[in-house]
């Protein structure tokens, strides 16, 4: 068995604490506990500030995107509520950091993104880690991935100016999806959508901030 280094130790200390802290803020389902426990949020951040990784803040990657804040990936998902049987897609690999979370609670997550290095260094991340239920595609998030819907989950991770009708229909029956809605620069709304017998319901969760989803082809930066 390999020795534990300092950083090793350093960064077990610092997990201990975030989770404690996840705790503090009313995280409660204990499947997002040890999902978030068992993906090291140190190997999803820029080295220059990885010993920033477990501070309750969004984080700066590659492309001009961002690795969004702990607290509110283990929020989105518990209000989620992934069960392991289920087919999740998620608009926004970003780093991999919520792609990885969402792994370790559904059977196959579908990811997008438009940024071919952001999906290439995650998919690297996720190998590293022996995630293998993960399928990944470079592509415009606001299409969704109709070859593979319905889903029984959708996550989004980037502000769409309304609720885009294109993932709503594929949104499986009893379905449930995560999305942020409102305007690039000010405040947006985090809005848990359900469908049911094919009505949809809209609930208001709180207030976030994330960049905004661009429509349109995908891009090879």
């Known amino acids: 068995m390999a020795e534990q280094g300092p950083r090793d130790e350093e960064d077990a200390e610092q997990r201990a604490a975030f989770l404690l802290f996840l705790r503090k803020r009313g995280i409660r389902d204990t499947r997002v506990m040890r999902a978030m426990e068992t993906v090291p949020r140190s190997l999803f951040v820029p080295t220059q500030i990885v010993e920033h990784a477990y501070s309750d803040r969004a984080l700066p990657i590659a492309c001009g995107q961002t690795i969004s804040q702990p607290y509110l990936v283990a929020y989105m998902t518990e209000q989620l509520d992934v069960k392991d049987r289920h087919k999740v897609l998620e608009i926004g ?69 309304s609720v885009p009708q294109t993932l709503v229909d594929q949104l499986a029956d009893d379905g449930v999806m995560i999305i942020p809605v409102g305007p690039q620069g000010t405040d947006q709304r985090l809005l848990r959508i359900t469908k049911i017998e094919g009505e949809v319901e809209t609930r208001d969760l709180m207030r976030v901030r994330f960049v905004p989803m661009v429509a349109g082809r995908a891009v090879s930066l």
Do not use: C, H
């Open 93 to 161: 690999m970003g780093s991999g950091f919520q792609t990885a979370v969402l792994a370790r609670l559904g059977r196959r997550i579908y990811t997008i993104d438009r940024y071919r290095t952001l999906v290439q260094d995650a998919e690297n991340r996720l190998n590293a880690l022996r995630i293998t239920n993960v399928t990944s595609m470079v592509a415009d998030g606001a299409a969704g991935w109709p070859a593979q819907a319905p889903f029984d989950r959708i996550m989004v991770t980037a502000a769409a100016e």
